[in-house]
């Protein structure tokens, strides 16, 4: 995986352009759920990995209608860390609205466009995928857990079905059905 330069001081200058309001609400909405320290805020509301490339934010906050709908991603994505199968700083996508997703080629249903998915970079080391598919596989039917693998280190997770897929968005090519 390669080091990426921290995206903290992008976050505060973002945030000081007019959004720290949204995001304190935002906080506050996961604070009362007990979510709030699932995830650092700088990677919860990460856009896009190409939110350059789509001329937009690198952060947004999703509307307060759809901010109920991360909290049983978050769930998981506190399980997984627990873990140790997931940082939740290496997020690298969460909520996105229609135009970004459509950018970032997300599917015209991305569970992105209704704040409840969130994808992430693994970390590059032996047996992680593994380790992984071994979770899903155990706990994801109760969690209602997505696993998407774009690559071996690029995944996606959402809690809006328990299924699996890879890089052609079929279940034939995710690596829980391909590896393991």
């Given at each position: 995986m390669s080091q990426r330069a921290p995206?903290?001081?992008?976050?505060?200058?973002?945030?000081?352009?007019?959004?720290?309001?949204?995001?304190?609400?935002?906080?506050?909405?996961?604070?009362?759920?007990?979510?709030?320290?699932?995830?650092?805020?700088?990677?919860?509301?990460?856009?896009?990995?190409?939110?350059?490339?789509?001329?937009?934010?690198?952060?947004a906050t999703p509307p307060p209608a759809l901010q109920p709908n991360i909290a049983p991603t978050l769930h998981v994505v506190a399980r997984l860390h627990s873990a140790g199968l997931l940082d939740p700083a290496q997020a690298r996508s969460g909520w996105r609205d229609a135009r970004v997703n459509r950018c970032a080629g997300g599917a015209s249903g991305s569970k992105h466009l209704?704040?409840?998915?969130?994808?992430?970079?693994?970390?590059?080391?032996?047996?992680?995928?593994t380790a992984l598919c071994a979770w899903w596989r155990t706990h994801g039917k109760k969690a209602r857990m997505g696993l998407?693998?774009?690559?071996?280190?690029?995944?996606?997770?959402?809690?809006?079905?328990?299924?699996?897929?890879?890089?052609?968005?079929?279940?034939?090519?995710?690596?829980?059905?391909?590896r393991d």
């Open positions: 995206a903290k001081p992008r976050f505060n200058a973002w945030a000081d352009a007019g959004h720290r309001e949204q995001v304190a609400s935002y906080r506050a909405h996961l604070e009362r759920q007990g979510l709030a320290d699932v995830m650092p805020m700088d990677a919860l509301l990460k856009t896009s990995r190409r939110w350059r490339l789509c001329l937009d934010d690198e952060f209704q704040n409840n998915a969130i994808d992430f970079d693994l970390p590059e080391r032996p047996g992680s995928v998407g693998f774009y690559t071996p280190t690029a995944i996606h997770i959402d809690t809006s079905g328990f299924r699996t897929w890879g890089n052609d968005r079929t279940r034939c090519s995710s690596l829980c059905v391909t």
